[in-house]
């Protein structure tokens, strides 16, 4: 009588594991369009918000309380399962870069892309027009510092491409000093880095005297330093520029600010438009006024008046034309809503140009 009762339990689960396998492969099967999706917007493979709410609505269905439990794990391994067959599907993405490998897009877009090819150009322009000719799927870009502030270079991009900013991701930034194996930080006379770089160390500088002579990027400076037989000439940038062209870190943590930290943009040329409808998110918009007495305050007006926070108001000169000036704007909430439609028209009426950069939730 136990055999029977075993036979046929048996038989059920074998049942049930057939259909659980067909389920299995249809649920994949919808991940390779969710993996889609995130490659042409960049969007990270972990989308923890997401997951958590499938948890909650999910973990009701099943009454019984002890098994709920068992339940709840077997939805975060088919999760992890999920993400890592993504994963898979994402290793022929292509991220562009400014700089080289070690500096901190490349830490970035590492950090955010492990398995994905990373892409280098030799400035933020090319980086950025690589995804608008096709050539690389997102690319990965500096749009401030919390020390040294924007990268204008970067926000000038946004207002004359075409891209859309899915993503924003917060790097914490150490800057090192480096120098050849064996050099004394008493033989150092010059530093070579970035002028973002030099911007957060400079009081570091100034205190030891040391010249400064400017480069596209922190990486390409250590690289330069690893090559050149000067000795008395050092990089500042990170440690993994350091490992990566044998130097050695002469100094660390150099930087005044001990919470500087840079944001770094995730641009794509299809904006995400399937974002959570909790806390969170924000947008970005840039803008034109009229050139006339307090057009400026009637924009900022309209965007409150929708119920939109405005968290960001910046200007930056426009370069074809003298002192004409176009506007960066961030707002709390979803511009892609009706509230952000009625917003969008009612800026229009007095904006001569208008454009939306893009909807994000902070990574």
Not at 170 to 184: H, M, R, S, W, Y
Not at 199 to 207: A, L, M, N
Not at 286 to 299: P, S, Y
């Amino acid at each position: 009588m136990a055999n029977n009762s075993l036979d046929k339990a048996r038989k059920e689960i074998n049942e049930i594991d057939k259909e659980m396998a067909a389920l299995f492969v249809r649920r994949m099967r919808a991940a390779e369009t969710v993996a889609e999706y995130k490659k042409e917007r960049g969007l990270a493979i972990l989308d923890a918000a997401r997951e958590e709410q499938v948890i909650r609505q999910n973990s009701v269905l099943v009454e019984n309380e002890r098994i709920r439990e068992f339940y709840v794990r077997f939805l975060r391994d088919t999760m992890a399962t999920s993400r890592a067959y993504q994963s898979r599907l994402l290793e022929g993405m292509r991220v562009a870069f400014s700089g080289t490998e070690g500096a901190f897009a490349h830490i970035a877009a590492s950090k955010l892309y492990p398995s994905a090819e990373k892409v280098s150009y030799g400035d933020f322009a090319s980086a950025y027009r690589a995804v608008e000719k096709g050539e690389c799927d997102i690319a990965v870009l500096p749009v401030e510092n919390s020390y040294n502030g924007e990268v204008g270079q970067v926000t000038d991009l946004m207002f004359s491409g075409s891209l859309y900013v899915n993503g924003m991701f917060d790097l914490p930034v150490t800057q090192d000093l480096l120098a050849k194996e064996g050099v004394t930080i008493d033989e150092i006379k010059e530093v070579v880095s970035h002028p973002q770089a030099f911007g957060q160390c400079s009081e570091y500088i100034k205190r030891h005297g040391f010249a400064r002579h400017e480069f596209a990027n922190t990486a390409l400076a250590a690289k330069w330093v690893a090559e050149n037989p000067d000795r008395s000439v050092a990089a500042i940038g990170s440690r993994e520029a350091a490992e990566i062209f044998g130097l050695t870190v002469l100094d660390h943590d150099i930087n005044e600010n001990k919470r500087n930290s840079t944001r770094f943009a995730i641009f794509s040329r299809v904006a995400n438009r399937r974002v959570a409808k909790e806390g969170g998110v924000h947008s970005i918009l840039l803008f034109t006024v009229r050139n006339e007495a307090g057009a400026l305050a009637r924009a900022v007006d309209v965007i409150g008046h929708h119920g939109f926070n405005m968290r960001t108001l910046r200007s930056r000169p426009m370069k074809e034309l003298l002192w004409e000036y176009y506007f960066y704007v961030e707002v709390e909430g979803n511009i892609q809503s009706e509230a952000g439609t009625s917003l969008m028209e009612s800026l229009g009426e007095f904006c001569d140009r208008l454009k939306f950069a893009g909807t994000y939730i902070k990574l």
